[in-house]
Nanobody, 114 residues
Framework: QVQLVESGGGLVQAGGSLRLSCAASGSIFSIGTMGWYRQGPGKQRELVAGITSGGMPNYADSVKGRFTISRDNAKNTVFLYMNSLKPEDTAVYYC????????WGQGTQVTVSS
């Protein structure tokens, strides 16, 4: 089983930056694909960025060029660097690990004020 704990959310003005972290327990962290998802008010949960076990990233069109995902397998941690934040980025951000099974963190709130 994999347990995930997100941190780094908060309130930021438009144009600002935040770094989200997701710390995972479990010795099998490195073999899983990691992803950051978000769910805004009244919206469905959507994929923001993902990164494979080999470090290959992918991004939603809405965040390309502004967000960067990375992982540190030695520290069982995945990061999401968010720059040029917009009010529409406001959401609860969730970390996900999957390799066959899928596990979710509890989420961290990101609020971007205009």
């Amino acid at each position: 089983q994999v347990q995930l704990v997100e941190s780094g959310g908060g309130l930021v003005q438009a144009g600002g930056s935040l770094r989200l972290s997701c710390a995972a327990s479990g010795s099998i962290f490195s073999i899983g694909t990691m992803g950051w998802y978000r769910q805004g008010p009244g919206k469905q949960r959507e994929l923001v960025a993902g990164i494979t076990s080999g470090g290959m990233p992918n991004y939603a069109d809405s965040v390309k060029g502004r967000f960067t995902i990375s992982r540190d397998n030695a520290k069982n941690t995945v990061f999401l660097y968010m720059n040029s934040l917009k009010p529409e980025d406001t959401a609860v951000y969730y970390c996900n690990w999957r390799w066959g099974s899928s596990y979710w963190g509890q989420g961290t709130q990101v609020t971007v004020s205009s």
